[in-house]
């Protein structure tokens, strides 16, 4: 029971990663709150709780935060997962819209979520922040514009953060999985998919699961020296 009585919010968790990692917690003893802008399939875990929050939108964040709060008393640990590509231009193809998107979901997604969720763990003497950022948020990648750009903004940020509070008890890490199957991954091109997989030294995708024990370990005391740091999950395609 790595997260017995911690309380939790992994935003994108009506599928892929973000599900897994709900699951994954409540497993370890956590209460889970489980965000989505989509409506998720029953949890399979007790403890797993669905709760409507669209990441672009500081009032929803507030209002989720709001309601943990007043139940709980607290957040111990917050995964800013949620995610999209949208779309694999480079900067000179991309439409305005899709990279207004892609930075709003991806970044000033984790963004609003720091933002609402420290002032929450000031006050109970600390936690844990993990933001998903890529492989693609450390190594460049040809097309995917605002993806990478997005990614590469959620490391730094991560890193901010984690600087920034660490005298308030409050951790903050960057997890950076490789090639993971999840419904992102289906909805992309299956030539991106070979060709990135052509490129992963494991020879095969992760699991969503892979990714969560990452994410469990970094939101557990087990991790109590570890901020700032990036948490590189991707079968060997950043270690070329
Ligand atoms: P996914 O599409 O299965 O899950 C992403 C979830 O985010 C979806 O359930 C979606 O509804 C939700 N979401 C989208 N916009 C949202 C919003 N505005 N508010 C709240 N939720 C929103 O994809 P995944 O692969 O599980 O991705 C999870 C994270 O991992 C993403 O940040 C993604 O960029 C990152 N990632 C994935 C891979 C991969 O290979 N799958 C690789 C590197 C990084």
Request: with cysteine; proline share 3%.
């Amino acid at each position: 029971m790595r997260l017995q009585h911690k309380i939790a919010l992994v935003t994108g968790a009506a599928g892929g990663i973000g599900r897994a990692t709900a699951e994954r917690f409540a497993e370890e003893g956590a209460i889970v709150f489980a965000a989505d802008v989509r409506a998720a399939e029953p949890y399979e875990a007790p403890g797993v709780t669905f709760v409507e929050l669209d990441v672009t939108d500081e009032p929803q964040w507030q209002r989720v935060a709001g309601e943990i709060v007043s139940e709980h008393g607290r957040i111990d640990v917050l995964f800013n997962n949620a995610g999209i590509v949208k779309a694999y231009d480079g900067v000179a193809e991309i439409a305005l819209e899709d990279w207004r998107q892609v930075i709003d979901v991806n970044l000033n997604g984790v963004f609003y979520g720091c933002r609402t969720v420290i002032p929450v763990m000031r006050e109970n003497g600390g936690g844990s922040i993990i933001n998903t950022s890529s492989i693609w948020g450390i190594a460049g990648a040809a097309g995917v514009a605002a993806y990478t750009a997005s990614k590469a903004a959620v490391r730094s940020l991560s890193k901010n953060v984690a600087l920034t509070y660490i005298g308030e008890g409050i951790r903050c890490n960057s997890i950076h999985p490789g090639l993971i199957a999840t419904p992102l991954i289906d909805a992309q091109d299956d030539d991106v998919t070979a060709a990135v997989l052509a490129q992963t030294p494991i020879g095969r995708l992760g699991t969503p699961r892979e990714i969560a024990n990452g994410a469990l370990f970094l939101a557990s005391d087990e991790a109590s020296y570890v901020t700032g740091a990036e948490l590189v999950i991707d079968g060997g395609y950043t270690a070329q």
